[in-house]
């Protein structure tokens, strides 16, 4: 009895089981008999033959026949009875011998109910086969079939099942059993190869889809390509988009990002986030991604610029030329970012445009007031509803230039809140170290923005952030004198009003002494906004006049201005003619340019309690209690004044706030003048700050207060010693109508003022 070995396949009693000829000779050693019987032993593991021991086999096995041996190279052998290996020994010739004992089945099958249960399963084959090309082939071979083990044993191959599954058939004794684990495999499989096969046809109509798409669309592309040749102008908005991405330049990195977002775009269609993908395109393509063509700068024609369109402003336009030269010299964007500080309407706005026209570049203004998202500046992410870009790059892309003259207005107004820190924002912004790739949230691609010239303007310094500050070169714009006004009016205000009403230059005539009437009568500013304003009302009115048919040009002289403008004329602080103990005038700094001040002090019965008027801040706060001490201590006898009576000391105007490091040696002077009943001549002014050591210390804005004091009639102005250097900046004609006096300590100032105090204590 020969031992064949099978792996991998389902015996069972009763079946016929195919083998190649050649595997059962490499296996035997010997060429197939028919009539031979067989021992059919299911391996452990897919050994070869050298590699069998007794651990190898399974201890059950099956007798077989060998019924046929065909031509084709294959036998069959007809499986009978189940036998148990009782003895397994393999000897170093690698020959077997065999002990085996017969295993017979326990029959208690119902012939009615496993007939009834053969139908079922032939009955599933054939629906099954149905799904096939062989399927009407099959019909015959599954009519002579005659048990389920058989059908088992046949669909064998391509049965998924385990080893151990197919041993637990064939071992099982009880034949109701064994053809119930046979008939659960065969019904298993056929649902496997259902599923399987279901997969791989949506799988291929999934696929026959895409295919189907993608020719549509190549057609459509084609159809699309052929219509724009015909018909140049009437491209599809995707196709002029794609050509536009392809024109605009840009980086290799946002190429990148635009190629993706376009792919998202084709293939999602229509809708809310095809509208967005669409508009975050266009954006990227409008942006000016191009490098600049370097222009040649000219110096004098800069100069000749900045002259015809501001009069004045000597210093700022010194300091814009040389900025330029430095341009020019390195014929790139070069040196620091300028921050123009100054009242409104002295001209940092409107400079800027003068410097975008002297460059030959775009003019760009982007206003940060009241700013307080940081996504203003950065821009919005994209995966938020309603994503829209910084207003740095919003700029950029509407001036359609990569090296626009950029001014970022009033920064001193941006302020914080839980959205971020704009002010933070900046400071990639406007450095040039980290500007050349400035990524915006929505671009999501880095934008160089080192050839932007940036200019920034700021009222007040005070609330500009210290390392935004750093990054800036501060540049003051001083108020104008009335000189300047009227000069600026004549030239460049009247014209202009009169042109945005339509009148021409021989139909309104205002006079040199109604101008000045104007600039010194109905406007009170550091700039000239108000005057502006002022020459708009003129030209209205005049307007209305020749409409209404007036003939012949007209004439305004100061006369007329009353009813013109139809507003009273400013009342001015003037010094006044009575000069009173206790009380002082004093200079001081606003946003809107100079003014003074007057500082009244008064006793009254009292314990010596002090009362301070006219909404101080705590700096002026301070400067008087360092004035009460000084004075204390230089009159020795004053103490006695202070301790029995109250002192009183009120600053007019008590609805504006006031408050400055420059108004102690005023409250000095004021009390000291009180406590020695001493009074000190109304046309003369001081500003200075004190130290409890009766030093004068210097202090800011002093063009503005000297200009104030001129205005309101001051002849003689004190000033600290350390300050001198600030008179460059003052106009020459306030210097020749006052006479500025520098101290060094309160000492020295009361000893020109006649207020002698009897302690060498303010000495210095």
């Known amino acids: 009895m020969a031992v064949f070995p ?24 010997k060429k197939p008999v028919p009539e031979e019987k067989v021992v059919l032993i299911v391996a452990k593991e897919d050994q070869r033959r050298e590699d069998f021991t007794s651990e190898s086999f399974y201890p059950i096995g099956l007798v077989g026949v060998i019924t046929e041996v065909n031509a084709n190279g294959y036998l069959l052998i007809r499986t009978k009875n189940r036998v148990n290996l009782d003895d397994v020994a393999v000897y170093p010739d690698r020959s077997i011998d065999l002990s085996v004992s017969r295993r017979p089945d326990i029959d208690d099958l119902d012939g009615a109910e496993a007939a009834r249960r053969l139908k079922a399963v032939k009955s599933a084959m054939v629906d099954f086969s149905e799904n096939f090309q062989w399927g009407q082939a099959a019909r015959g071979y599954i009519a002579q079939w005659r048990s389920i083990g058989e059908i088992a044993v046949i669909m064998s191959p391509w049965m998924v099942n385990s080893n151990a599954e197919r041993y637990a ?64 102008d009437d491209q599809s908005d995707l196709q002029k ?69 501001h009069y004045g402003l000597e210093k700022v336009k010194e300091r814009i030329l040389q900025q330029i030269a430095v341009m020019s010299l390195k014929k790139q964007q070069a040196g620091s970012i300028l921050l123009f500080v100054g009242a409104p309407g002295t001209g940092k706005t409107s400079i800027g445009q003068s ?27 994209r995966t938020y509803i309603g994503a829209m870009p910084g207003r740095i790059m919003d700029g950029i892309q509407k001036c359609g230039a990569p090296n626009p003259v950029m001014v970022l207005d009033e920064v001193d107004k941006l302020s914080s809140s839980y959205n971020g820190d704009p002010a933070s924002a900046l400071l990639e912004v406007l450095d040039p170290e980290q500007n050349h790739s400035f990524t915006d949230h929505y671009l999501n691609v880095p934008f160089d923005l080192s050839n932007v010239t940036f200019i920034c303007t700021a009222n007040s310094l005070d609330t500009i952030p210290a390392p ?97 403008l139809d507003a009273h004329p400013i009342p001015h602080r ?84 006031k408050d400055g490091p420059s108004a102690g040696i005023t409250l000095t002077t004021a009390l000291t003048s009180l406590v020695t009943n001493v009074p000190v001549p109304p046309s ?57 006096v520098p101290v060094a300590t309160v000492a020295e100032l009361l000893e020109k003022l006649s207020l002698r105090p009897s302690s060498p204590a303010l000495a210095g």
């Open 169 to 232: 058939a064939l071992s099982e004794d009880s034949l109701t059993k064994r053809n119930a684990l046979l008939e659960r495999m065969i019904y298993e499989n056929l649902e496997m190869t259902k599923v399987n096969r279901e997969a791989e046809s949506a799988q291929e109509k999934d696929h026959q889809k895409i295919y189907r798409e993608a020719a549509i669309k190549k057609q459509m592309e084609y159809l699309q390509h052929e219509l724009d040749e015909l018909h140049p």
């Open 574 to 657: 003037l010094v006044p003619a009575e000069a009173r103990p206790g009380i002082v005038t004093g200079l001081a700094w606003t946003p809107v340019g100079g003014e003074i001040l007057y500082i009244e002090t008064l006793f009254t019965r009292g314990s010596g309690k002090l009362l301070i008027t006219g909404q101080l801040g705590d700096v002026m706060r301070e400067s008087a209690q360092i004035a009460i001490s000084l004075v204390k201590a230089s009159i020795p006898e004053s103490a006695e004044l202070f301790e029995k009576n109250d002192l009183h000391i009120h600053v007019p105007d008590g609805a504006t706030p």
């Open 684 to 740: 003369v002014a001081m500003t200075g700050e004190v130290s409890l050591r009766g030093g004068v210390n210097p202090i800011g804005g002093l063009p503005e207060k000297l200009m104030a004091a001129q205005r309101a009639g001051v002849k003689t102005v004190y000033i600290p010693a350390d300050n001198q250097e600030d008179l460059r900046d003052v106009a020459e004609e306030v210097r020749e109508q006052l006479e500025i």
């Open 355 to 381: 410097i975008a026209r002297a460059l030959g570049r775009e003019y760009v203004r982007v206003s940060l007031g009241g700013v307080r998202d940081e996504a203003d500046i950065r821009g919005h992410r």
């Open 241 to 309: 988009l794609e050509q536009k991405i392809a024109d605009s330049g840009m980086n290799e990195t946002a190429m990148k990002e635009a190629q993706k977002i376009l792919g998202r775009l084709k293939h999602e269609g229509q809708g809310t986030e095809a509208a967005m993908l669409y508009d975050y395109l266009d954006f990227l393509a409008s942006l000016p991604w191009k490098k600049p063509r370097v222009k040649k700068i000219s110096l004098e024609r800069a100069a000749r610029i900045l002259d015809e369109d």
């Open 468 to 564: 935004l500050l750093n990054r800036m070169e501060v540049i003051q714009f001083q108020g104008y004198t009335p000189l300047e006004k009227f000069q600026i009016a004549r030239r460049h205000l009247l014209p202009k009003a009169m042109q945005a009403v339509g009148l021409k230059a021989r139909q309104l005539t205002v006079t040199d002494e109604a101008l000045m009437t104007i600039v010194t009568d109905y406007t009170r500013e550091a700039g000239v906004r108000g005057l502006k304003k002022r020459l708009d009302t003129l030209c209205r009115r005049a307007a209305v006049r020749l409409v209404r048919g007036e003939k012949g040009a007209l004439t305004l002289d100061t006369g007329d201005l009353r009813e013109a």
């Open 6 to 29: 099978i792996y991998n396949m389902l015996v069972v009693p009763e079946a016929n089981v195919y083998f190649k000829t050649e595997y059962y000779e490499a296996v035997t050693g």
